[in-house]
């Protein structure tokens, strides 16, 4: 929400707009005197003695009101929710104004000046009343009055406009930061399950020194995971040995029928990725792609920059699947969770590549734009 001080102009920006009121009446009392010139018989030009009488009564004082139709601008801006307590705001101060702008000028004019003969009697109320009706004082202020209100309004529109925009910006952010956020729960308790699940498995087998070391490794996984979980950014490195960690807990069930075989690009190790997008993948890799099968295991897993692109690719020679073409097809949490996060962080400057063949295999591609380190600084 703006401030009323924040809205408050510069007295730059008055002593502008108090300047565009000088120019411009100077100009039309200096095109009434030519225009006299013009059109009139025996007519005198007098240049100086009218812009002195523009600028030291009608003018100078409202370097002393300016402020206030300022501050009433800020405190009580025009809006189509208050409109007619706004303008009946400005209207009571325009009439306090030109009261005591008549007035102050009255007086003035009373005592420092020399009123004609046929003004020599006046009292300075008196003389108020003829230059704010007589002298069209009253219609000056009028219009210096709406000049003001409405170069400050609009600047007031302007803000409240700008700062709407801004607070929005930051829901939006604050939106997507908890979107992030809700995704990033619902890997945990997921995997959680399937570990937790091989762990009864070994200790039904009688097991218990491989279930006791899968629960050793599923404690380090999980320290390592709650240490980041306010991290939406993790380095390639960091999420690599989180990899890492997962396939030593699946290889205590697998044994040695599972190979995994890691080539990263020692230059692309330091990038910004988003937290927990490997491992996502790989689980699905290995519960989806070896979980039915028998034999040797293989999963490949390639990390290379590409231009101005990291390219990451998981291999794996599983059980595969036509799992697009198939109308019963429905993706799992990892995939759906990955796919939707880089949807909220990249938009249209990812790519995610799915093929797989029946028996052969699955691929997975994931094409995502090369940032800075700086990204860890917006964390």
């Not at 812009?51 to 801006?77: D, G, M």
Request: hydrophobic share 45%.
């Amino acid at each position: 929400m703006i401030e009323a001080a924040e809205r408050k102009p510069s007295y730059r920006s008055l002593a502008a707009a108090l300047a565009l009121v000088w120019v411009g009446f100077a100009v039309y009392t200096v095109l009434q005197q030519v225009s006299g010139i013009l059109t009139l018989r025996n007519f005198t030009a007098a240049f100086v003695a009218p812009l002195r009488v523009l600028t030291l009564y009608y003018w100078l004082p409202w370097v002393l009101f300016a402020p206030l139709v300022a501050a009433a601008s800020a405190r009580i801006p025009i809006r189509p929710d208050n409109w007619p307590k706004a303008l009946l705001v400005h209207a009571l101060l325009l009439l306090g104004i030109a009261l005591v702008h008549g007035l102050g000028i009255g007086i003035l004019y009373h005592y420092f000046e020399a009123p004609g003969t046929d003004m020599a009697t006046y009292q300075p109320w008196q003389h108020a009343g003829h230059f704010l009706f007589g002298d069209d004082m009253l219609l000056f202020d009028m219009v210096v009055y709406a000049w003001l209100a409405a170069t400050l309004n609009i600047r007031n529109f302007h803000q409240i406009v700008r700062q709407q925009e801004l607070d929005a910006s930051k829901l939006n952010q604050r939106l997507a930061e908890l979107r992030l956020q809700t995704l990033r729960m619902q890997i945990d308790p997921h995997f959680l399950f399937n570990a937790m699940n091989a762990v009864a498995v070994l200790i039904k087998k009688g097991e218990n020194e491989r279930a006791e070391q899968t629960l050793g490794r599923l404690s380090s996984f999980f320290r390592h995971t709650l240490e980041s979980s306010d991290r939406h950014w993790v380095t390639l490195e960091e999420e690599l040995e989180l990899v890492r960690q997962y396939i030593g807990i699946v290889q205590v069930r697998f044994g040695d029928r599972l190979t995994v075989t890691e080539h990263c690009d020692a230059n692309v190790k330091a990038t910004p990725v988003p937290a927990m997008l490997l491992q996502p993948l790989i689980e699905n890799a290995v519960t989806h792609g070896f979980g039915d099968k028998i034999g040797p295991c293989t999963l490949k897993l390639a990390c290379r920059a590409d231009g101005d692109s990291l390219a990451i690719a998981i291999e794996d020679d599983g059980i595969g699947g036509r799992f697009y073409s198939d109308p019963k097809f429905e993706e799992g949490i990892g995939l759906t969770n990955v796919r939707g996060r880089l949807e909220q962080l990249y938009g249209r400057e990812h790519r995610f590549a799915l093929a797989s063949t029946p028996g052969a295999g699955t691929r997975i591609e994931v094409r995502v734009p090369l940032l800075p380190k700086a990204v860890f600084a917006a964390q």
